[in-house]
Protein backbone atom coordinates (compact mmCIF):
# COMPACT_ATOMS: atom_id res chain seq x y z
CA UNK A 1 0.00 0.00 0.00
CA UNK A 2 1.01 3.62 -0.83
CA UNK A 3 2.86 5.49 2.16
CA UNK A 4 1.05 7.79 3.66
CA UNK A 5 3.15 11.00 3.01
CA UNK A 6 2.45 15.10 2.94
CA UNK A 7 2.25 15.27 -0.83
CA UNK A 8 0.13 12.08 -1.16
CA UNK A 9 -2.26 13.66 0.65
CA UNK A 10 -2.30 16.78 -0.83
CA UNK A 11 -2.48 14.79 -3.90
CA UNK A 12 -5.68 13.22 -2.72
CA UNK A 13 -7.02 16.84 -1.80
CA UNK A 14 -6.40 18.39 -4.69
CA UNK A 15 -8.88 15.50 -6.93
CA UNK A 16 -11.94 17.05 -4.74
CA UNK A 17 -14.14 18.95 -6.78
CA UNK A 18 -16.41 22.11 -4.97
CA UNK A 19 -17.57 25.12 -5.56
CA UNK A 20 -16.18 27.02 -2.56
CA UNK A 21 -12.43 24.96 -3.24
CA UNK A 22 -10.52 26.61 -5.28
CA UNK A 23 -7.28 24.37 -6.23
CA UNK A 24 -4.83 26.74 -6.94
CA UNK A 25 -4.65 27.96 -3.53
CA UNK A 26 -3.80 24.05 -2.23
CA UNK A 27 -0.08 24.24 -1.90
CA UNK A 28 2.60 22.22 0.24
CA UNK A 29 2.46 24.78 2.76
CA UNK A 30 -1.62 24.94 3.08
CA UNK A 31 -0.92 21.86 5.36
CA UNK A 32 0.14 22.72 8.49
CA UNK A 33 -0.27 19.90 10.91
CA UNK A 34 0.13 16.49 9.51
CA UNK A 35 0.55 13.08 12.12
CA UNK A 36 -0.07 9.68 11.14
CA UNK A 37 -0.41 7.29 13.83
CA UNK A 38 -1.37 3.73 13.12
CA UNK A 39 -5.12 4.15 10.97
CA UNK A 40 -5.31 7.92 12.03
CA UNK A 41 -4.81 10.91 10.31
CA UNK A 42 -4.43 14.36 11.83
CA UNK A 43 -4.57 16.87 9.41
CA UNK A 44 -5.06 21.29 9.87
CA UNK A 45 -5.00 23.06 6.41
CA UNK A 46 -4.54 26.39 6.01
CA UNK A 47 -6.05 28.20 3.09
CA UNK A 48 -4.33 31.56 2.06
CA UNK A 49 -7.57 33.19 0.69
CA UNK A 50 -10.84 33.42 2.97
CA UNK A 51 -12.92 31.91 0.18
CA UNK A 52 -11.70 28.96 0.18
CA UNK A 53 -14.21 28.47 3.53
CA UNK A 54 -14.57 26.00 5.73
CA UNK A 55 -17.83 24.25 4.86
CA UNK A 56 -19.15 21.04 6.80
CA UNK A 57 -19.19 19.51 3.19
CA UNK A 58 -16.17 20.53 1.79
CA UNK A 59 -14.60 18.86 4.78
CA UNK A 60 -16.90 15.66 4.61
CA UNK A 61 -14.83 15.63 0.39
CA UNK A 62 -11.62 16.15 1.64
CA UNK A 63 -12.12 12.80 4.39
CA UNK A 64 -14.01 11.23 1.88
CA UNK A 65 -11.09 11.40 -0.74
CA UNK A 66 -8.51 10.91 1.09
CA UNK A 67 -10.34 7.30 2.51
CA UNK A 68 -10.74 6.46 -0.80
CA UNK A 69 -6.87 6.59 -1.49
CA UNK A 70 -5.50 5.43 1.65
CA UNK A 71 -7.92 2.36 2.88
CA UNK A 72 -5.69 2.05 5.76
CA UNK A 73 -6.51 5.16 7.54
CA UNK A 74 -9.59 4.70 9.80
CA UNK A 75 -9.67 8.32 11.34
CA UNK A 76 -9.30 11.69 10.00
CA UNK A 77 -9.28 14.48 12.00
CA UNK A 78 -9.34 17.58 9.70
CA UNK A 79 -9.44 21.22 10.51
CA UNK A 80 -9.33 24.00 7.30
CA UNK A 81 -8.54 27.35 8.49
CA UNK A 82 -9.19 29.81 5.46
CA UNK A 83 -7.72 33.29 5.98
CA UNK A 84 -5.39 35.78 5.23
CA UNK A 85 -2.13 35.96 7.12
CA UNK A 86 -1.55 39.38 8.73
CA UNK A 87 2.17 41.04 7.51
CA UNK A 88 3.04 41.72 11.36
CA UNK A 89 5.07 44.87 11.98
CA UNK A 90 4.30 47.47 14.70
CA UNK A 91 4.29 50.34 12.69
CA UNK A 92 2.10 49.00 10.16
CA UNK A 93 -0.48 48.06 13.21
CA UNK A 94 -0.43 51.79 14.02
CA UNK A 95 -0.42 53.52 10.50
CA UNK A 96 -3.05 50.68 9.16
CA UNK A 97 -4.36 48.60 11.51
CA UNK A 98 -7.41 47.04 9.79
CA UNK A 99 -5.15 46.28 6.99
CA UNK A 100 -3.56 43.00 6.98
CA UNK A 101 -1.35 43.00 3.89
CA UNK A 102 0.56 46.16 1.97
CA UNK A 103 1.36 45.24 -1.63
CA UNK A 104 3.47 47.99 -3.97
CA UNK A 105 2.74 47.02 -8.19
CA UNK A 106 5.95 48.66 -9.70
CA UNK A 107 7.89 49.35 -12.64
CA UNK A 108 11.04 50.66 -13.82
CA UNK A 109 9.78 51.86 -16.76
CA UNK A 110 6.63 53.13 -17.95
CA UNK A 111 3.42 52.07 -19.65
CA UNK A 112 4.35 48.65 -19.26
CA UNK A 113 0.70 47.89 -17.53
CA UNK A 114 1.28 48.45 -13.75
CA UNK A 115 -2.07 49.98 -13.61
CA UNK A 116 -3.64 47.16 -15.68
CA UNK A 117 -2.15 44.91 -13.62
CA UNK A 118 -2.78 46.12 -10.18
CA UNK A 119 -6.64 46.85 -10.84
CA UNK A 120 -6.90 43.16 -11.97
CA UNK A 121 -4.87 41.62 -9.43
CA UNK A 122 -7.21 43.41 -6.52
CA UNK A 123 -9.96 42.58 -8.58
CA UNK A 124 -9.29 38.79 -9.11
CA UNK A 125 -9.23 39.07 -5.03
CA UNK A 126 -11.81 40.80 -4.33
CA UNK A 127 -13.43 37.90 -6.43
CA UNK A 128 -12.34 35.40 -4.74
CA UNK A 129 -13.66 36.92 -1.38
CA UNK A 130 -11.06 38.91 0.11
CA UNK A 131 -11.51 42.72 1.14
CA UNK A 132 -9.38 44.94 -1.04
CA UNK A 133 -8.25 47.90 -1.25
CA UNK A 134 -6.29 49.31 -3.96
CA UNK A 135 -4.55 53.37 -3.53
CA UNK A 136 -3.63 55.11 -6.78
CA UNK A 137 -0.43 56.77 -5.98
CA UNK A 138 0.65 57.56 -9.48
CA UNK A 139 -0.55 61.22 -8.50
CA UNK A 140 0.02 62.49 -12.35
CA UNK A 141 -1.11 60.03 -14.29
CA UNK A 142 -4.15 58.26 -11.79
CA UNK A 143 -5.85 55.80 -14.42
CA UNK A 144 -7.51 53.87 -11.75
CA UNK A 145 -10.71 55.38 -11.96
CA UNK A 146 -11.03 55.71 -15.58
CA UNK A 147 -10.10 51.29 -15.19
CA UNK A 148 -12.85 50.64 -12.35
CA UNK A 149 -15.16 52.92 -13.94
CA UNK A 150 -15.81 55.43 -11.04
CA UNK A 151 -16.63 58.61 -11.78
CA UNK A 152 -18.32 60.50 -7.82
CA UNK A 153 -16.53 62.47 -5.62
CA UNK A 154 -15.56 60.42 -2.21
CA UNK A 155 -17.23 61.34 0.68
CA UNK A 156 -15.68 62.98 3.64
CA UNK A 157 -16.58 62.33 7.24
CA UNK A 158 -15.86 64.43 9.46
CA UNK A 159 -16.56 65.44 13.23
CA UNK A 160 -14.73 67.01 16.38
CA UNK A 161 -11.44 65.55 15.77
CA UNK A 162 -10.88 63.67 12.91
CA UNK A 163 -11.84 63.49 8.96
CA UNK A 164 -11.53 60.77 6.78
CA UNK A 165 -12.50 59.83 3.19
CA UNK A 166 -14.67 57.50 2.59
CA UNK A 167 -12.85 55.13 -0.73
CA UNK A 168 -15.13 54.49 -3.18
CA UNK A 169 -15.98 50.77 -4.13
CA UNK A 170 -16.35 49.10 -7.77
CA UNK A 171 -15.53 44.91 -8.55
CA UNK A 172 -15.68 44.82 -4.64
CA UNK A 173 -12.45 46.59 -4.66
CA UNK A 174 -12.28 49.98 -2.17
CA UNK A 175 -10.33 52.97 -4.45
CA UNK A 176 -8.77 56.54 -3.82
CA UNK A 177 -7.43 58.59 -6.37
CA UNK A 178 -6.43 61.60 -6.67
CA UNK A 179 -8.34 61.59 -10.31
CA UNK A 180 -11.37 61.26 -7.72
CA UNK A 181 -10.78 64.52 -5.89
CA UNK A 182 -9.91 67.28 -8.64
CA UNK A 183 -11.09 68.19 -12.11
CA UNK A 184 -10.60 65.18 -14.63
CA UNK A 185 -8.71 67.58 -17.08
CA UNK A 186 -6.77 69.42 -14.50
CA UNK A 187 -3.01 68.58 -14.37
CA UNK A 188 -2.15 68.35 -11.19
CA UNK A 189 1.33 70.50 -11.20
CA UNK A 190 2.10 70.14 -7.82
CA UNK A 191 6.07 69.50 -6.28
CA UNK A 192 7.08 66.53 -5.62
CA UNK A 193 6.31 66.90 -1.69
CA UNK A 194 2.83 67.45 -2.19
CA UNK A 195 2.59 64.64 -4.76
CA UNK A 196 3.90 62.49 -1.78
CA UNK A 197 2.03 64.20 0.98
CA UNK A 198 -1.10 63.00 -1.03
CA UNK A 199 0.28 59.38 -1.08
CA UNK A 200 0.67 59.54 2.96
CA UNK A 201 -2.93 61.01 3.36
CA UNK A 202 -4.68 58.60 0.86
CA UNK A 203 -3.03 55.90 3.80
CA UNK A 204 -3.86 57.82 6.67
CA UNK A 205 -7.23 60.20 5.80
CA UNK A 206 -8.87 57.52 4.57
CA UNK A 207 -11.29 54.85 6.01
CA UNK A 208 -9.88 51.15 5.07
CA UNK A 209 -11.63 49.15 7.57
CA UNK A 210 -10.61 46.09 7.69
CA UNK A 211 -8.61 44.77 4.45
CA UNK A 212 -6.71 41.68 3.69
CA UNK A 213 -5.10 43.54 0.79
CA UNK A 214 -4.08 46.78 0.35
CA UNK A 215 -2.57 47.45 -3.00
CA UNK A 216 -0.90 50.31 -4.60
CA UNK A 217 -0.56 51.72 -7.68
CA UNK A 218 2.78 53.39 -8.40
CA UNK A 219 4.18 55.48 -10.89
CA UNK A 220 7.11 54.42 -12.88
CA UNK A 221 10.47 54.41 -11.88
CA UNK A 222 11.79 54.95 -8.00
CA UNK A 223 11.36 58.47 -7.28
CA UNK A 224 9.99 60.38 -4.60
CA UNK A 225 6.40 58.64 -4.29
CA UNK A 226 8.12 55.52 -4.12
CA UNK A 227 10.33 56.72 -1.56
CA UNK A 228 7.64 58.10 0.79
CA UNK A 229 6.32 55.04 0.40
CA UNK A 230 8.59 53.01 1.48
CA UNK A 231 9.12 55.41 4.17
CA UNK A 232 5.95 55.82 5.39
CA UNK A 233 4.21 52.39 5.59
CA UNK A 234 6.20 48.82 6.17
CA UNK A 235 5.40 47.26 3.00
CA UNK A 236 4.39 43.44 3.00
CA UNK A 237 5.58 42.93 -0.23
CA UNK A 238 6.31 44.54 -3.92
CA UNK A 239 5.47 43.55 -7.12
CA UNK A 240 7.54 44.20 -10.47
CA UNK A 241 5.71 44.60 -13.69
CA UNK A 242 7.50 44.07 -16.55
CA UNK A 243 7.52 43.72 -20.62
CA UNK A 244 9.79 41.00 -22.36
CA UNK A 245 12.24 43.26 -24.15
CA UNK A 246 15.42 44.51 -23.03
CA UNK A 247 14.55 48.80 -22.66
CA UNK A 248 12.53 47.21 -19.99
CA UNK A 249 14.15 44.81 -18.02
CA UNK A 250 16.85 47.77 -17.07
CA UNK A 251 14.37 49.42 -15.73
CA UNK A 252 12.22 46.29 -13.85
CA UNK A 253 16.08 45.57 -12.30
CA UNK A 254 16.71 48.68 -10.69
CA UNK A 255 12.85 49.06 -8.82
CA UNK A 256 13.69 45.18 -8.04
CA UNK A 257 16.83 46.53 -6.29
CA UNK A 258 15.27 49.74 -4.65
CA UNK A 259 12.84 47.38 -2.80
CA UNK A 260 15.54 44.98 -2.05
CA UNK A 261 17.60 47.72 -0.78
CA UNK A 262 14.69 49.43 1.54
CA UNK A 263 14.17 45.75 2.55
CA UNK A 264 10.95 45.35 1.07
CA UNK A 265 10.82 41.57 -0.02
CA UNK A 266 9.44 40.99 -3.69
CA UNK A 267 6.86 38.82 -4.14
CA UNK A 268 7.58 38.40 -7.65
CA UNK A 269 8.12 39.32 -11.37
CA UNK A 270 5.06 39.39 -13.99
CA UNK A 271 5.62 39.65 -17.05
CA UNK A 272 2.59 41.86 -19.21
CA UNK A 273 2.45 41.99 -22.77
CA UNK A 274 4.23 38.72 -23.03
CA UNK A 275 2.88 37.49 -26.78
CA UNK A 276 -0.08 37.91 -28.66
CA UNK A 277 -2.09 35.40 -30.83
CA UNK A 278 -3.74 36.31 -33.96
CA UNK A 279 -7.41 35.67 -33.08
CA UNK A 280 -7.76 34.69 -36.90
CA UNK A 281 -4.74 32.04 -37.16
CA UNK A 282 -3.91 31.39 -34.10
CA UNK A 283 -0.33 32.15 -34.56
CA UNK A 284 1.81 33.06 -32.02
CA UNK A 285 3.78 36.06 -31.69
CA UNK A 286 6.33 37.43 -29.43
CA UNK A 287 6.01 41.45 -29.96
CA UNK A 288 8.35 42.39 -27.19
CA UNK A 289 10.59 39.25 -27.19
CA UNK A 290 9.70 36.19 -25.07
CA UNK A 291 11.50 35.03 -21.12
CA UNK A 292 12.45 38.03 -20.38
CA UNK A 293 10.65 39.14 -17.16
CA UNK A 294 11.23 34.92 -15.79
CA UNK A 295 15.26 36.21 -16.93
CA UNK A 296 15.22 39.01 -14.23
CA UNK A 297 13.42 36.67 -11.66
CA UNK A 298 15.81 34.02 -11.99
CA UNK A 299 18.60 36.68 -12.24
CA UNK A 300 17.75 38.25 -8.72
CA UNK A 301 16.41 34.98 -6.85
CA UNK A 302 12.85 36.39 -6.96
CA UNK A 303 9.36 34.20 -8.19
CA UNK A 304 8.47 34.69 -11.45
CA UNK A 305 4.26 34.78 -11.13
CA UNK A 306 3.68 34.56 -14.74
CA UNK A 307 3.00 36.14 -17.86
CA UNK A 308 -0.17 37.84 -19.68
CA UNK A 309 -0.55 37.73 -23.09
CA UNK A 310 -1.12 41.04 -25.48
CA UNK A 311 -4.86 41.43 -26.06
CA UNK A 312 -6.41 44.30 -27.10
CA UNK A 313 -9.44 43.26 -25.38
CA UNK A 314 -7.33 43.98 -21.90
CA UNK A 315 -6.87 47.38 -23.27
CA UNK A 316 -10.90 47.76 -24.50
CA UNK A 317 -12.12 46.81 -20.66
CA UNK A 318 -9.17 49.21 -19.16
CA UNK A 319 -10.64 52.29 -21.33
CA UNK A 320 -14.43 51.41 -20.24
CA UNK A 321 -14.29 50.35 -16.98
CA UNK A 322 -15.13 47.03 -17.08
CA UNK A 323 -11.78 44.57 -15.68
CA UNK A 324 -11.25 41.66 -17.96
CA UNK A 325 -12.56 38.93 -15.26
CA UNK A 326 -15.72 40.60 -15.31
CA UNK A 327 -15.52 41.52 -18.96
CA UNK A 328 -14.05 38.27 -21.10
CA UNK A 329 -13.95 35.48 -17.96
CA UNK A 330 -13.06 32.69 -20.27
CA UNK A 331 -10.29 34.15 -22.11
CA UNK A 332 -6.34 33.16 -21.82
CA UNK A 333 -5.67 36.58 -20.54
CA UNK A 334 -8.18 36.82 -17.59
CA UNK A 335 -6.93 32.77 -16.77
CA UNK A 336 -3.62 34.04 -16.57
CA UNK A 337 -4.41 36.99 -14.23
CA UNK A 338 -6.17 35.20 -12.22
CA UNK A 339 -3.57 32.42 -11.44
CA UNK A 340 -1.23 35.26 -11.08
CA UNK A 341 -2.79 36.68 -8.40
CA UNK A 342 -3.16 33.38 -6.45
CA UNK A 343 0.46 32.78 -7.47
CA UNK A 344 0.85 36.01 -5.55
CA UNK A 345 -1.34 35.83 -2.73
CA UNK A 346 0.41 32.09 -2.04
CA UNK A 347 4.03 34.54 -2.05
CA UNK A 348 2.65 36.97 0.39
CA UNK A 349 1.71 34.04 2.42
CA UNK A 350 4.98 32.60 2.79
CA UNK A 351 6.61 36.06 3.21
CA UNK A 352 4.25 36.15 6.08
CA UNK A 353 5.01 32.93 7.59
CA UNK A 354 8.57 32.38 6.45
CA UNK A 355 10.17 35.94 5.62
CA UNK A 356 10.31 35.81 2.45
CA UNK A 357 8.89 33.89 -0.81
CA UNK A 358 10.19 31.28 -2.56
CA UNK A 359 12.26 31.81 -5.32
CA UNK A 360 10.29 29.95 -7.73
CA UNK A 361 6.99 28.93 -8.17
CA UNK A 362 7.27 25.14 -9.09
CA UNK A 363 9.13 24.80 -5.09
CA UNK A 364 5.97 26.50 -3.86
CA UNK A 365 3.73 23.92 -5.92
CA UNK A 366 5.14 20.66 -5.97
CA UNK A 367 8.39 20.05 -3.48
CA UNK A 368 8.18 18.22 -0.21
CA UNK A 369 9.19 20.41 3.05
N1 LIG B 1 -1.65 42.80 -21.83
C1 LIG B 1 -2.15 43.86 -22.43
N2 LIG B 1 -2.75 43.77 -23.64
C2 LIG B 1 -3.25 44.86 -24.27
N3 LIG B 1 -3.21 46.09 -23.76
C3 LIG B 1 -2.63 46.26 -22.55
C4 LIG B 1 -2.09 45.16 -21.82
N4 LIG B 1 -1.60 45.62 -20.63
C5 LIG B 1 -1.81 46.95 -20.64
N5 LIG B 1 -2.44 47.34 -21.78
C6 LIG B 1 -2.81 48.70 -22.18
O1 LIG B 1 -1.60 49.43 -22.28
C7 LIG B 1 -1.78 50.77 -21.83
C8 LIG B 1 -0.80 51.06 -20.69
O2 LIG B 1 -1.14 50.26 -19.56
P1 LIG B 1 -1.14 50.85 -18.10
O3 LIG B 1 -1.74 52.20 -18.05
O4 LIG B 1 -1.69 49.82 -17.21
O5 LIG B 1 0.46 50.96 -17.87
P2 LIG B 1 1.23 51.65 -16.68
O6 LIG B 1 2.50 50.88 -16.51
O7 LIG B 1 0.38 51.79 -15.49
O8 LIG B 1 1.54 53.06 -17.27
P3 LIG B 1 2.13 54.35 -16.48
O9 LIG B 1 3.58 54.08 -16.35
O10 LIG B 1 1.82 55.49 -17.38
O11 LIG B 1 1.43 54.40 -15.17
C9 LIG B 1 -3.23 50.85 -21.40
O12 LIG B 1 -3.98 51.36 -22.46
C10 LIG B 1 -3.63 49.41 -21.14
O13 LIG B 1 -5.01 49.18 -21.33
MG1 LIG C 1 -0.16 53.49 -14.41
Redesign the pocket.
Known amino acids: MADITKTGILNSLKKVEDPNFNKDLLILNSIKKFEVNDSTLNLDLSFTLPSSNDSAQLKDKFIYKIKEDFPSLKIINLTIDAKTTVHQDLNKNQILPGVKNTIAVA?G???????????NLAVVLAKEGAEVGLIDA?IY?P?IPL?LGLKEKPKIMQNQHTMKIIPLSNYGVKVISIGLLVDDNAPVIWRGPMASGAVKQFISDVDWGELDYLFF?L??GTGDIQLTLVQTIPLTAAVI?TTPQEVSLIDARKALKMFTRVNVPVAGVIE???YFTAPDTGKKYDIFGTGGGSKIADELSVPFLGG????????????NGVPVLYDTPDSE?AKAISQISKNMASQIHLINVKGSAASKMEILLDADE
Not at 109 to 119: E, F, Y
Not at 308 to 319: E, L, S, T, V, Y
Request: no cysteine; glycine share 16%; proline share 11%.
Open positions: SKGGVGKSTVAVDGSMDPPVNMSIPIDPRIRIGGDH
